[in-house]
């Protein structure tokens, strides 16, 4: 029986030669491929402006950076990778934690707390479920910038507009395992704003208005040519790919509706469009049901098992302590991944969906 795993990206002969011929033709730094990818992936979200970067990372420090948040207090969401608030740290402000909202496991608007200090929210659209953000803008006011941490949320939709186009700028990732990659680390920044734009563009660019002048302390953080060359390929199969994972999701939905030991992610309603970066359930014992999966040869993770304000730094540095963040730290302890990738056969999800049926005795 084939082993199933939790995630695979798709890389095709297509996407290989499309990197050779980059690297043969184009410069291999800011070439042709990466002012193309820029264009159809602003063209994509619904956006005046792509600036393209290093990583979904360095795309998130570098639009607090050009926010000018340092020394102020950005708002952000403790269930998420620790490269969110890390951005905030390094763009030189001090992380700021709302809980987490059962209902759809994003930052829950009713606890965010707005003070004087306030320069931005981070609101990350987790597991590509786009957050509530009309609730989200309106508890914070319009004078707070807002950044979506869209990096599990390529093509998700909220109210019409894409993520990535409803706050002040976006910023997306292509690490291999997301719903698109560039063949390696990339990320993209996103936003309506030309000032903003060309800032960012100057910052990912070692400061420079010109080859060896430059007017600001900028970075070395930019998306390889070859990267962006795969990365157009990818972009062209994204919304194919989401359409297949969300009719994964449906079939999960639908073959596990009557277990009652597990709860199901939102599916969407006519406001939401998710991307299931992940399918993510909850259950009471769910160390033990992956154990359970994992003899039957398939695959789960657990994003993400300690909540940011829990890692030891952000402990050792701000004083966190459990209970803090409650709902936070109770998704964190019952979380779990299914497999979901766009070539996952539905053999294969009803394997999983098999197993974790039998995990709790019920008929299959």
């Not at 039957?296 to 209970?323: C, K, M, N, W």
């Amino acid at each position: 029986m084939n082993k199933i795993p939790v995630s695979r990206p798709t890389v095709t002969d297509e996407m290989v030669e499309a990197m050779a011929d980059a690297v043969r033709n184009e410069r291999m730094v800011l070439g042709e491929s990466v002012f193309k990818f820029e264009e159809e992936f602003a063209r994509y979200t619904g956006t005046k402006h792509a600036i393209s970067v290093s990583s979904g990372t360095d795309a998130l420090v570098l639009t607090l950076i050009a926010l000018n948040v340092r020394g102020k207090e950005v708002i952000t969401s403790p269930l998420s990778f620790i490269a969110t608030a890390n951005s905030i740290v390094h763009a030189g402000a001090t992380p700021v934690f709302a809980d987490s909202s059962p209902k759809d496991l994003n930052i829950d608007p009713a606890e965010v707390r707005t003070m004087s200090g306030t320069a931005a929210i981070m609101p990350v659209h987790l597991f590509g479920q786009p957050a509530r953000m009309d609730e989200l803008r309106e508890a914070v006011g319009e004078k707070v910038k807002i950044i979506e941490d869209a990096c599990q949320a390529h093509g998700a939709v909220y109210k019409g507009k894409k993520a990535g186009s409803i706050g002040d700028a976006g910023c997306f990732s292509f690490y291999a395992t997301k719903n698109m990659t560039v063949g390696g680390d990339g990320g993209m920044i996103t936003t309506n704003d030309e000032r903003l734009a060309a800032d960012l563009r100057k910052l990912r660019d070692c400061g420079r208005t010109s080859r060896y002048v430059h007017d600001i302390f900028g970075f070395t953080a930019r998306l390889n040519t070859a990267n962006a060359a795969f990365g157009r390929v990818q972009l062209r199969n994204l919304d194919g790919w989401n359409e297949r994972r969300r009719a994964i999701a449906r079939r999960y939905a639908e073959k596990l509706r009557d277990v009652p030991e597990v709860i199901l992610p939102p599916m969407g309603n006519r406001d939401i469009t998710p991307v299931f970066h992940l399918f993510v359930v909850r259950a009471e014992d769910r160390d033990a049901l992956a154990r359970s999966l994992q003899s039957r040869d398939i695959e789960t993770a657990v994003h993400y098992p300690v909540p940011i304000h829990l890692q030891p730094v952000y402990r050792d540095a701000f004083g966190y302590s459990p209970g803090s963040y409650p709902e936070s730290e109770r998704l964190a302890d019952r979380v779990l991944s299914l497999p979901v990738f766009p070539t996952l056969a539905d053999e294969d999800v009803d394997r999983v969906c098999e197993a974790i049926i039998d995990h709790y005795g019920g008929k299959i």
